[in-house]
């Protein structure tokens, strides 16, 4: 899968050059206030686009943050991609400022992938779980437990990229996809999931520990 070992995500390598490029064109002008704003926003399109290292913590059973973010949710739903119990929804919102590469929760075999058209509302609303653009995976440990996790576009975003097909075998913390620019990734965990993270909490992509299985 892509971005594994890049400083940058290259989904972003486009937008980073183009403001480069612009700053330069601006120079040679000599448009100092228009270069200035290409340098900044060069910049920040770099930032955006960071691929930082992440070290999950050691235990298969622990369930790792698929996002960095806050969280904004922590309640039981029901999720018929589940099954018919009801599970534990675990909702992280992702700001600009945040890292937007996403890195899979549990490792696994993907037995599910879907894509969902919808709208971009703002994605700390609790209907843009139903109504906003979307895709998921579904995975299967080895111990034969299912979790879905989402990426969910949000009022600025408008692209999802989701790398794992249906049969890959994904591993806890190994970077799966992205979303641009300002997004939440919802993720569904079984009954007698474990749970250890609270409502408003801060976490880390590929190292927060949210949870452990059964």
């Known amino acids: 899968m892509r971005n594994q070992q890049t400083l940058f995500a290259r989904e972003g390598y486009p937008f980073i050059a183009g403001m480069a ?3 330069v064109v601006f120079a040679g002008l000599n ?5 200035t704003i290409a340098t900044a926003l060069t910049i920040f399109t770099a930032w955006f686009f960071r691929n ?6 050691a235990g298969e059973k622990k369930v790792v943050a698929p ?9 039981p739903v029901d999720e018929p991609r589940c099954g018919s119990e009801p599970v534990t929804k675990i909702s992280i919102f992702m700001n600009v400022f945040n890292v937007h590469v996403n890195r899979v929760p549990v490792g696994g075999t993907v037995i599910d ?11 700390a609303l609790d209907k843009a779980s139903m109504e906003n653009e979307q895709a998921g995976l579904v995975v299967q440990t080895d111990s034969g437990e299912k979790v879905l996790f989402v990426q969910i576009a949000g009022l600025i975003a408008r692209r999802i990229v989701t790398y794992p097909v249906v049969g890959d075998r994904i591993e806890r913390g190994q970077r799966y ?3 641009r620019f300002g997004s939440r990734v919802d993720i569904y965990l079984p009954q007698g999931t474990r749970i250890d993270v609270s409502l408003g909490q801060l976490t880390v992509a590929g190292e927060t520990v949210l949870g452990e299985l059964p």
């Open 52 to 57: 930082p290292e992440r070290l999950p913590p």
């Open 67 to 75: 996002a960095d973010g806050k969280i904004i949710f922590v309640g």
């Open 177 to 179: 996809g992205l979303i």
């Open 31 to 35: 448009w100092w206030c228009l270069t």
């Open 21 to 23: 490029l612009a700053a």
């Open 113 to 123: 992938r879907f894509y969902n058209a919808g709208r971009f509302l703002n994605a």
